[in-house]
Nanobody, 115 residues
Framework: QVQLVESGGGLVQPGGSLRLSCAAS????????MDWYRQAPGKERELVAR???????NYADSVKGRFTISRDNAKNTVYLQMNSLKPEDTAVYFC?????????WGQGTQVTVSS
């Protein structure tokens, strides 16, 4: 059974940094692309960053230059380093992968950017 468990969210001041982690189990992690999504109150869930099985990364325009996605295949973990955080980055952040045409999501971790 595929499981994704996020951690690392919290409250941070504008301009600050956080690193989110997502530990995966139940899949051959190195073979799959991994994504970070976020959902702010009253808004649709949006793709923030994606990393391919080979390590290529893509980002939403709103986070380019501030966020970095990475993966450690030995630890079955994907990370999202978030720098220069803004209040508009406040959201629940979700880890996602697609395994055999089935979408899997973590439980989400809250990120709040506020002074």
């Amino acid at each position: 059974q595929v499981q994704l468990v996020e951690s690392g969210g919290g409250l941070v001041q504008p301009g600050g940094s956080l690193r989110l982690s997502c530990a995966a189990s139940g899949i051959i992690f190195s073979r799959y692309a991994m994504d970070w999504y976020r959902q702010a109150p009253g808004k649709e869930r949006e793709l923030v960053a994606r990393i391919s099985s080979g390590g290529s990364a893509n980002y939403a325009d709103s986070v380019k230059g501030r966020f970095t996605i990475s993966r450690d295949n030995a630890k079955n973990t994907v990370y999202l380093q978030m720098n220069s955080l803004k209040p508009e980055d406040t959201a629940v952040y979700f880890c996602h992968t697609n395994h055999w045409l089935v979408d899997y999501w973590g439980q989400g971790t809250q990120v709040t950017v506020s002074s």
